[in-house]
């Protein structure tokens, strides 16, 4: 009976890789974690498609264009499918035409699934059943997060600097380098899409 349980248990666990968010952090991560500065970026490679643009992504060079909607995945997070589904239906539609917003995927799970699981579940078109057609970056668990004017790491991993985020995680990044706004719907969601999508524009109305 109790190697029923288990197998049952393990079981459960495979089919959530990629859907959880971690719960603890090491000590020494939360101390970095509370002297990090508000304005963040990071360099990370990408999946080097020719929907990336560049084999090395830069979040400050990307901010230089406007907010960028970072959205965390992993390859078998079925949320993160949901959400890049409507992304990109919202791509088609024309709902970015007239935006200065960029879109942005982070795999966030590199000690668990490879480069292969990303692009065979995102990367390509015609042959992905969630075809990314914007940036996918590819951070490692050694990855840092720098600070924004000065581009120094500051010793904290870009996980843990971005809140430990589970899969999925939407996060809209201000020009400047700060977190303005996050979600973590697990489903894809017209409205909470819509809040952080006009979240700088309603900043605006609201003063």
Same mark, same amino acid.
């Given at each position: 009976?109790?190697?029923?349980?288990? @197998?049952?248990? %393990?079981?459960? @666990?495979?089919? %959530?890789?990629g859907c959880i968010q971690p719960d603890t952090m090491m000590d020494g991560e939360t101390s970095e974690t509370n002297q990090l500065p508000f304005e963040l970026t990071f360099s990370a490679e990408t999946l080097d498609r020719t929907e990336d643009a560049t084999s090395e992504f830069s979040l400050k060079e990307q901010l230089e264009d406007g907010p960028v909607m970072l959205l965390w995945i992993g390859a078998g997070c079925t949320g993160c499918h949901d959400w890049t589904d409507m992304i990109r239906e919202k791509m088609d539609e024309g709902v970015f035409e007239d935006s200065n917003m960029t879109v942005v995927s982070v795999h966030r799970w590199g000690e668990f699934e490879t480069k292969a699981d990303v692009q065979t579940v995102f990367g390509t078109f015609n042959e992905s059943d969630h075809y990314t057609p914007w940036t996918i970056v590819m951070p490692t668990p050694t990855t840092e997060a720098a600070d924004f004017e000065t581009e120094i790491d500051t010793g904290t991993s870009l996980y843990s600097a971005y809140g430990n985020p589970g899969t999925p995680t939407l996060q809209v990044i201000a020009p400047n380098g700060v977190l303005a706004w996050q979600s973590k719907t697990y489903w894809a969601n017209e409205t909470v899409f819509e809040d952080g999508f006009s979240f700088f524009e309603r900043q605006v109305v609201e003063e």
């Amino acid at each position: 009976m109790l190697r029923e349980v288990l @197998m049952a248990c %393990l079981t459960t @666990m495979m089919f %959530l890789s990629g859907c959880i968010q971690p719960d603890t952090m090491m000590d020494g991560e939360t101390s970095e974690t509370n002297q990090l500065p508000f304005e963040l970026t990071f360099s990370a490679e990408t999946l080097d498609r020719t929907e990336d643009a560049t084999s090395e992504f830069s979040l400050k060079e990307q901010l230089e264009d406007g907010p960028v909607m970072l959205l965390w995945i992993g390859a078998g997070c079925t949320g993160c499918h949901d959400w890049t589904d409507m992304i990109r239906e919202k791509m088609d539609e024309g709902v970015f035409e007239d935006s200065n917003m960029t879109v942005v995927s982070v795999h966030r799970w590199g000690e668990f699934e490879t480069k292969a699981d990303v692009q065979t579940v995102f990367g390509t078109f015609n042959e992905s059943d969630h075809y990314t057609p914007w940036t996918i970056v590819m951070p490692t668990p050694t990855t840092e997060a720098a600070d924004f004017e000065t581009e120094i790491d500051t010793g904290t991993s870009l996980y843990s600097a971005y809140g430990n985020p589970g899969t999925p995680t939407l996060q809209v990044i201000a020009p400047n380098g700060v977190l303005a706004w996050q979600s973590k719907t697990y489903w894809a969601n017209e409205t909470v899409f819509e809040d952080g999508f006009s979240f700088f524009e309603r900043q605006v109305v609201e003063e």
